[in-house]
């Protein structure tokens, strides 16, 4: 469902074979998003807004450790290269981590990324080395005072105004919640929130409650969240002028519009780029899925499309 809405916000219902043999025709339901006149922007310039900023708060995603897995080693039928070692978290950001992924190498890194799920966007998942985290000044320097992540990340949505969660949920037609069974399931959630705010569900901010939020059967994130990056999907396409008005081979160079016109996955651009990397060590359909998955199945996503410093 979630390739056919975004090949159909890309190529239209008409479809790609249409598009590519008759160009953009029949408006954006027809042709789809890509190759408008002019860009759409709801009288509103093109953004991010701040609700999007607060949904893709993802952290939980990342794990305590990187599984640095033995590209040397010839791959087994599945592709899935033997684990060499675990490297923590902390020694791969900031300035350590420059050292640490230089030694690594690009190719190795990835590899093992990519064999890696991601961790799951629920409540007390949060990595536990970004709740101390060794933030660097804009010349590059170390700051003495470190960061709390978790905490900063509840604190920038207040300071921003981002609507709590119950009314966050309002504002996309969504229902909210009336008490705290509404939202979840898990009585020990259940417990701790009450002791946090109390019986006043509307105090709950906007991510423990996308963490807490039961998901539907086969989502990875919330209901909430996924309506958000829904709308910002379409956003980003039809207000953006290198998708519009400027979708052309004068911007991008003949070659360059080629490549964006032929290039239909994340795997097409690793064969592009990285040739052996797909050949030799994906083994799934899609490089958005754990690369040692069999073909055609849906998959949990793969560490690196969450990683610091992909």
Request: proline share 6%.
């Amino acid at each position: 469902m979630l390739l056919a809405g975004m090949r159909a916000n890309w190529y239209g219902l008409l479809g790609k074979k249409f598009k590519d043999t008759f160009g953009h025709v029949g408006g954006s339901s027809l042709g789809g998003l890509v190759g408008l006149r002019k860009p759409v922007n709801h009288a509103v310039p093109y953004s991010l807004t701040e609700e999007f900023t607060s949904v893709y708060q993802l952290h939980q995603l990342l794990p305590d450790s990187i599984h640095l897995r033995n590209i040397n080693v010839a791959p087994g039928p599945s592709k899935f290269p033997p684990l060499l070692e675990e490297v923590p978290m902390p020694e791969s950001i900031g300035h350590k981590g420059e050292n640490t992924l230089s030694q690594i190498g690009f190719t190795r890194q990835l590899v093992s990324m990519g064999h890696q799920a991601c961790g799951a966007l629920e409540l007390w998942n949060y990595p536990s080395w970004l709740r101390d985290l060794v933030a660097q000044d804009v010349d590059g320097k170390d700051r003495p005072d470190h960061v709390d992540l978790a905490a900063l990340e509840i604190y920038r949505d207040r300071e921003r105004k981002v609507a709590r969660y119950n009314q966050f949920r309002r504002a996309l037609l969504l229902i909210p919640i009336s008490k705290w069974e509404d939202l979840t399931e898990d009585k020990n959630a259940i417990e701790v929130l009450k002791d946090v705010y109390g019986d006043d569900v509307e105090e709950l901010d906007l991510m423990v409650g996308l963490m807490a939020e039961k998901k539907i059967k086969g989502f990875a994130i919330s209901e909430t969240a996924f309506i958000v990056f829904l709308l910002m999907a379409t956003r980003r396409l039809e207000a953006d002028r290198f998708f519009t008005s400027d979708f052309n081979e004068e911007t991008y160079t003949k070659k360059g519009f080629e490549w964006v016109n032929t290039t239909e996955s994340l795997k097409d651009v690793l064969d592009r780029h990285y040739p052996e990397i797909p050949k030799k060590w994906i083994n799934s359909t899609s490089a958005f899925s754990v690369w040692d998955s069999p073909p055609n199945a849906p998959n949990p996503i793969p560490l690196y499309l969450r990683f610091p410093t992909s």
